[in-house]
C-alpha cells in the first residue's frame, strides 16, 4: 500500500482526495492546506491526518509520495522540497507560470534523481489514450492533422483565475501536451485569442476564446480551439487525420441513448457538465499509473520535462497573439 500525502484541498485537491482514497493500492494519509478547516473537514472524510504545515508531512517517513493540487506559485517550492526529502511526487499542471523558475527549480534537484509526474490527466483518458494507440500502431497511416476542441462551460472562478496565468497556461496547456503526445516536438506556434470584456489580449490580459496553429518538427499539423463559454456544456473532441484515415473521440453524455419524437430526432442527455465528470477516470488511471511507476521505480511520464515543453508552447502562444507573428520553438 502506497501511503500518498495530498498538499490543496481546493477543488482539484479533492479530486485527487477521492481518486487516492478509493483506489486499491493507495492510502490518503495526510491533507495539507494553509486553511486548517478545510484541511480538517477533507482529512476527516478519508481518515487522514490534516496540517498546514508542509515540512510535518515530508518529515514522516512512512510517506511515500506526494500530490501537488495547491496553487500554481506553491509548486515548486513543493516539488523541491518533496524531492529533497525523497518522495516521488505528482504535480498538477502548470509546473509554474516563468520558464525560468522551472529552469532554476530542475537545476536545483536534478542530481537527487527526482521522480516528478506532472499531471497531464487526458493523456490517460481511455479514449485519447485508444485513438493514440492506434495512430501508433499505424491503423490511419501517417498521422497528418490533429484537431483538438476543448472548450469549458463557464470561466472559473475569480479567486481561482487571479492565479491561474491565463487562458494558455491554465487551460490550452493540456492541449499543448495532447498535441505533443501525438505529434512530439512542436516547432512553431501561431495564435489569436479575444480577449474577455473590454481587457487586453492574452499575453497582457484575460481571453474568453483562443485558436492555436501548431507545426510538429517533422511538418505534422494541429489545430486547438479553446473556449471559457460553451453554452452547452463541456465540449471535448478530437480527430486524428491521416493518410489512411481517421480516427474521432466524441463528447460524452451520461448514457448512450437517443429519443426520436415528433419534438425531435437523436436527442439526448446534456454532456459531462465538467472535468470532474468527463475525466473522472482519466484521473483514476493517472493515480494508478503513478503508484505503479513508484513501486516499480520507473521514472513517471508525463515528467519535468513534459510540463516544461508545455509551458513554453504556452509562452510561444501569448508571444504569437503579441506580436502576431508565427514563433519558432526550441
Known amino acids: 500500500m502506497l501511503d500518498i500525502a495530498l498538499f490543496g484541498s481546493g477543488r482539484i485537491g479533492r479530486v485527487h482526495a477521492e481518486t487516492i482514497a478509493s483506489a486499491s493500492r493507495t492510502r490518503l494519509s495526510w491533507v495539507c492546506d494553509p486553511l486548517p478547516d478545510a484541511a480538517d473537514r477533507l482529512a476527516g472524510r478519508y481518515g487522514a491526518k490534516a496540517t498546514r504545515d ?28 518533496a524531492t529533497a526529502a525523497g518522495k516521488a511526487v505528482l504535480c498538477e499542471k502548470p509546473v509554474d507560470l516563468d520558464l525560468e523558475r522551472v529552469d532554476a527549480c530542475w537545476e ?10 506532472i499531471g497531464f490527466n487526458r493523456r490517460f483518458d481511455p479514449a485519447f489514450a485508444e485513438i493514440r494507440a492506434r495512430v501508433a500502431a499505424g491503423e490511419i497511416g501517417r498521422l497528418e492533422h490533429l484537431v483538438i476542441t476543448s472548450r ?68 505534422r499539423l494541429c489545430q486547438i480551439a479553446n473556449s471559457r463559454r460553451c453554452a452547452f456544456g463541456y465540449d471535448q473532441r478530437i480527430e486524428a487525420f491521416g493518410t489512411a484515415g481517421m480516427l474521432q473521440a466524441a ?36 493515480l494508478e499509473y503513478f503508484a505503479e511507476a513508484v513501486e516499480s521505480g520507473v521514472p513517471p511520464s508525463p515528467g519535468y520535462a513534459d510540463g516544461r515543453a508545455a509551458l513554453a508552447l504556452a509562452e510561444a ?14
Do not use: C, K, Q
Open 108 to 117: 536545483r534537484i536534478a542530481d537527487s534523481g527526482p521522480r516528478v509526474m
Open 251 to 286: 463528447n460524452r453524455t451520461p448514457t448512450g441513448v437517443r429519443a426520436y419524437t415528433a419534438a425531435g430526432v437523436e436527442t439526448a442527455a446534456p454532456y459531462l457538465r465538467f472535468f470532474l465528470e468527463r475525466y473522472r477516470e482519466a484521473y483514476r488511471r493517472e
Open 317 to 330: 502562444a501569448r508571444e504569437s497573439v503579441r506580436t502576431g507573428r508565427t514563433v519558432t520553438v526550441g
Open 152 to 219: 469549458d462551460p463557464e470561466p472559473p472562478p475569480a479567486d481561482y483565475a487571479r492565479d491561474a496565468g491565463g487562458i494558455f497556461r491554465d487551460m490550452t496547456i493540456h492541449d499543448f501536451d495532447t498535441a505533443r503526445f501525438f505529434l512530439g516536438d512542436i516547432a512553431e506556434v501561431h495564435a489569436m485569442a479575444v480577449p474577455a470584456g473590454a481587457g487586453e489580449p492574452e499575453g497582457d490580459g484575460e481571453a474568453d476564446h483562443a485558436v492555436v496553429t501548431l507545426r510538429s518538427a517533422d511538418g
Open 54 to 81: 508542509a515540512g510535518e508531512v515530508l518529515a514522516d517517513g512512512t510517506v511515500d509520495a506526494v500530490v501537488i493540487a495547491s496553487p500554481t506559485p506553491t509548486h515548486l517550492e513543493l516539488i523541491t522540497a
